[in-house]
């Protein structure tokens, strides 16, 4: 990492290519969910789940792939507390009756040598589904205001803000529209549920730690560095603190890239959305948010 121990990237000077590249993701993404639409888990859209537990433990693996066919879907699976319970979710829209008879049949029939026993039955209602839809966009919409106040608190300036949000939205769109146009095209399941949520949540606390990062060291240029131009003294500041933003980002890849590979069928969609919101936090704190406050600084001063 030596190559970062002076540099001198033109960061700002490079910024209306980031734009376009920018504009052209955000545009697609925005495309892509308006027309396609998004794929909703069963938490947002409804369905049937029920608890298996089993003599001798199971592979979580193994059943998923078992039940496609007779679910006419590939169903939510997952340990429910031991390796012998487990959790079956599925939108299969028959009764529940006959959706559990199903699932015992095949059951039966797949495990002959290990008996289990069916200790829980529920149904997500599509009212309880609606509900919890609204409250992930609430508490998503909430965190970017909330943000917003924090900011503009902390720097004492609404352009900083602005920035700051315009590139947290930039990062959760563009993951968004990456689910909707990869959801038929990777064998993993991409649909949007409450961990896809809690993944958008953390994207967000990773873009603004790091955003906030490169404010603070502006903010101490701006003192050590008076006669200095703006757009000049944010360049410094990202240059400043380049080493430290690629190491964090590699060093969380490492970790998230793992868990992709060894954390089971259950958090692919959630290690892959970390994934991408990692390179792009990274990508929109260098060429997105402070490009936007270079250039509502200089509108700001000329109006």
């Known amino acids: 990492m030596r190559w970062f121990e002076t540099p001198n990237f033109d960061f700002n000077g490079a910024r209306k290519v980031a734009y376009i590249f920018s504009a052209i993701l955000f545009l697609a993404s925005l495309g892509a969910i308006l027309t396609k639409g ?28 078992d039940l496609s066919v007779p679910l006419g879907a590939t169903p939510e699976l997952k340990l429910f507390g031991s390796d012998s319970e487990i959790l079956i979710r599925t939108d299969n829209e028959q009764p529940i009756s006959e959706v559990q008879q199903i699932i015992t049949s095949s059951m039966t029939e797949l495990y002959p040598d290990n008996p289990f026993t069916v200790i829980k039955t529920d149904v997500v209602g ?8 609204s409250g992930a966009l609430q508490a998503i919409i909430y965190a970017i205001v909330i943000i917003f106040i924090y900011i503009l608190i902390r720097f004492r300036n609404w352009t900083f803000s602005a920035g700051a ?20 095209l990777v064998p993993f399941s991409l649909q949007v549920d409450q961990a896809i949520i809690a993944a958008f949540l953390t994207i967000v606390g990773y873009s603004l730690n790091d955003t906030v990062v490169v404010f603070d060291r502006i903010r101490e240029n701006s003192n050590v560095h008076k006669g200095m131009d703006f757009m000049p003294m944010v360049n410094k500041s990202l240059n400043d603190t380049l080493s430290r933003t690629v190491i964090t980002s590699i060093t969380t890849l490492f970790v998230v890239t793992v868990l992709f590979i060894f954390g089971g069928e259950v958090l692919k969609g959630f290690s892959f959305a970390l994934l991408i919101g990692i390179v792009l936090g990274t990508y929109s704190s260098l060429f997105v948010a402070s490009s936007l ?8 001063k000329k109006s």
Request: proline letters at 3%.
């Open 126 to 133: 599509p009212r309880f589904a609606e509900d919890l839809k």
């Open 38 to 65: 998004l794929q909703y888990g069963i938490d947002f859209k409804g369905g049937k789940e029920f608890v298996l537990d089993f003599e001798n433990p199971v592979s979580v693996v193994d059943m998923r792939s």
């Open 165 to 184: 949000v315009a590139a947290l939205i930039h990062d959760v769109v563009i993951v968004l529209g990456i689910f909707t146009l990869m959801a038929d």
């Open 293 to 300: 406050v270079v250039e509502l600084e200089a509108r700001t």
